[in-house]
């Protein structure tokens, strides 16, 4: 079946460092697939997507491109912040899932100053 | 506007009581899901309503788990006879639905969500 796999974290980085979250996914035929964030004491919210192969979607400075060769939705940003420190989920759905969503199992991204 | 919004924020139970977690969607939005959320993992899908259609129930993980969803309105998740591996935030989102016609996937907006304790 569908199927989101992203990388474990925690993560921490410093202020102004690179991020990448590695997401890879498998699916059959061409899913939309999506990077959501839950900040501490919040509900989920979405921060990108991307609904076709090739496509980058981007919010915040955040990245992440669409690659359908490696099935493959890395999300990146050039220089992070404190308040980036959240926990960060990549997912996917498509017709063929009933447009049901499948979430990997969070990332969880700590910056320090 | 209002987004979606759940009740209780927080639920502590005993062992083998049934609870009922509500969920209110954002106003017309067909698409209403739940999952839930154990301490450091993912989400775990749990069910699926899209507008008058039959429910995916796939991610229920037992006969003790229930939902309703009148028209495209509230939702109710009951639990029935707690357990304490059911311990977890359930998260409600809803969505505009496949057939919105402005595009094939909708963003789900999610609730703050529901933790569920069970002594």
């Known amino acids: 079946g569908d199927s989101v796999t992203q990388m474990e974290g925690p993560v921490t980085l410093s202020e102004e460092a690179f991020l990448t979250i590695n997401c890879t996914y498998t699916?059959?035929?061409?899913?939309?697939l999506f990077w959501y964030v839950q900040y501490p004491g919040e509900g989920l919210q979405l921060l990108l997507k991307?609904?076709?192969?090739?496509d980058k979607g981007s919010n915040k400075g955040f990245e992440a491109t669409y690659r359908k060769e490696t099935t493959s939705f890395h999300l990146e940003k050039g220089s992070v912040q404190v308040s980036d420190s959240a926990v960060y989920f990549c997912a996917l759905t498509s017709p063929r899932t009933g447009n049901q969503f499948y979430f990997g199992t969070g990332t969880s991204l700590t910056v320090i100053p | 506007g209002a987004g979606v919004s759940q009740s209780p924020s927080n639920k502590v139970t005993e062992k083998g009581k049934d609870v009922e977690l509500r969920c209110d969607p954002i106003s017309g939005h067909t698409a209403l899901y739940w999952y839930r959320q154990r301490l450091g993992q993912g989400l775990e899908f749990l069910i699926y309503f899209q507008g008058n259609s039959a429910p995916d129930k796939s991610g229920l993980p037992s006969d003790r788990f229930s939902a309703e969803r009148t028209g495209e309105s509230v939702s109710t998740l009951t639990i029935q006879r707690t357990q304490q591996e059911d311990s977890a935030v359930y998260l409600c989102?809803?969505?505009?639905?496949?057939?919105?016609?402005?595009?094939?996937?909708?963003?789900?907006?999610f609730g703050p969500g529901t933790r569920l304790t069970v002594l």
């Open positions: 989102a809803s969505s505009l639905g496949p057939t919105s016609g402005r595009s094939p996937y909708n963003e789900q907006f």
């Open positions: 699916a059959t035929g061409y899913p939309s």
């Open positions: 991307a609904t076709k192969a090739d």
